[in-house]
């Protein structure tokens, strides 16, 4: 019971949402569990800003996240970038999440990016005195290529690995993943009012990979293998001022859990269940591995991800969370950007205002996103993220001077 208590408070530390949201019907909410939740975590300032927004967005040094089929639309010859963000700073102050990510152009249609993630969950105070630092970590590398003027295609290929260091205990040990990502973008100049206005649309399904284990297979988890889906339009004002519009959509491609109520609900029609006072977490879990859901294998959870809640289509709506932004940009050098994310209050509860700003120069870029949140007492509230980049043909001008 202590490792399974411990897994479940890191996991509530890193989504944070669950713990924290108003429900007035409990029995109704029920978010979609994954492990490895960091990986759900926007990594950069620029998409930060625009409501947690950017599979069809302008390319940009970042772009491995949300799209890498960007990158041969990229103006950049090659770059890289550092995003740094303090994580659930209204709780705790040693969580941060660090993002280092780069892209390199080969020829005038293909390009390979990589990036890596840090997710460190401070200091865990466990029993006996003892001090843990788990953390979870991912890299991966991406190759793609445009396939028309219009068209591109990329694959990632991801490791993962997450230790929540349970190393005092002989049966737990740090889990291991591998995933892929499919992508694909489209862009054209459109005109619309006498302007020439710039259109993209995208999708990305990322982390298609294989479950995560902290004990050897006896358990496991699916990790957050998500669909977005996304379109952007960029206009401009004139000669020196811009403004573009973005949306996305997203839908957690795993299998919704069958709920606590559930359990409940079948036990009272068993003569000889005994009522638990209080929560009954050991039957449950025990209930939960004889539905087979824990056996469920990640391709087959992604088709049943799409017609599983529990409460029919009416849930599987909720469980599709959005985000909305605009982006003001003068002369391609300052920028000042603002979004808005919704997540349905019975599947995470995470609704939120950002707001950011960018400043550019030929070397270098930094940005910044604070987020204001409109749930109550969500930990998420004044989160801030910060990007610095670097634009590799810019520096190389530099030190040619």
Excluded at 51 to 79: L, M
Excluded at 190 to 202: A, N
Excluded at 271 to 277: H, L, N, S
Aim: hydrophobic content about 40%; aromatic content about 14%; glycine content about 8%.
């Amino acid at each position: 019971m202590m490792k399974f208590r411990i897994l479940t408070v890191l996991s509530a530390v890193m989504l944070a949402l669950p713990l924290f949201s108003q429900q007035d019907n409990k029995a109704q909410f029920n978010p979609v569990y994954t492990g490895v939740t960091s990986l759900s975590i926007a990594p950069d300032a620029r998409a930060g800003a625009l409501g947690d927004v950017g599979v069809a967005t302008e390319p940009d040094v970042n772009s491995q996240y949300w799209n890498p089929a960007k990158y041969p639309f990229n103006i950049a010859r090659a770059g890289v970038s550092m995003s740094y963000t303090p994580w659930l700073r209204q709780l705790v102050s040693d969580i941060d999440l660090v993002n280092l990510a780069g892209f390199y152009r080969i020829g005038d249609y293909s390009a390979v990016s990589a990036s890596l993630t840090y997710f460190s969950l401070g200091q865990v105070f466990v029993e006996n005195e003892m001090t843990i630092k788990p953390y979870e970590m991912a890299v991966d590398v991406a190759y793609s290529r445009m396939l028309s003027e219009t068209f591109s295609a990329a694959i990632s290929l991801r490791y993962i690995l997450s230790d929540l260091q349970y190393n005092y205990e002989e049966d737990m040990s740090a889990g291991n993943a591998f995933a892929a990502d499919i992508a694909l973008y489209y862009n054209k100049y459109l005109i619309m009012g006498g302007r020439e206005c710039l259109l993209g649309l995208g999708l990305n399904a990322s982390n298609i990979g294989t479950k995560i284990s902290y004990d050897g297979g006896a358990t496991n988890q699916f990790i957050p293998t998500n669909l977005r889906l996304g379109a952007s339009l960029l206009f401009p004002i004139d000669e020196y001022n811009t403004i573009s519009v973005s949306a996305d959509v997203n839908k957690l491609m795993v299998p919704t859990r069958p709920t606590y109520e559930q359990y409940i609900k079948e036990m009272e029609n068993n003569p000889d269940y005994v009522p638990v006072e209080g929560s009954d977490h050991d039957g449950y879990h025990t209930w939960l591995e004889s539905t087979g859901y824990n056996d469920i294998s990640p391709i087959t959870g992604i088709f049943k991800s799409f017609a599983d809640a529990p409460g029919g289509f009416s849930e599987e709506l909720k469980e599709i969370y959005a985000g909305v932004g605009v982006e003001y940009c003068y002369n391609q050098q300052f920028s000042v950007r603002g979004g808005y994310h919704y997540e349905n209050e019975y599947k995470g509860n995470r609704k939120y205002f950002t707001l950011g700003a960018g400043f550019r120069m030929s070397v270098f870029s930094l940005d910044a996103a604070y987020l204001i949140s409109t749930a109550q007492s969500n930990p998420l509230d004044q989160t801030l993220r910060f990007s610095l980049s670097f634009d590799m043909d810019g520096l190389r001008d530099l030190f040619r001077r």
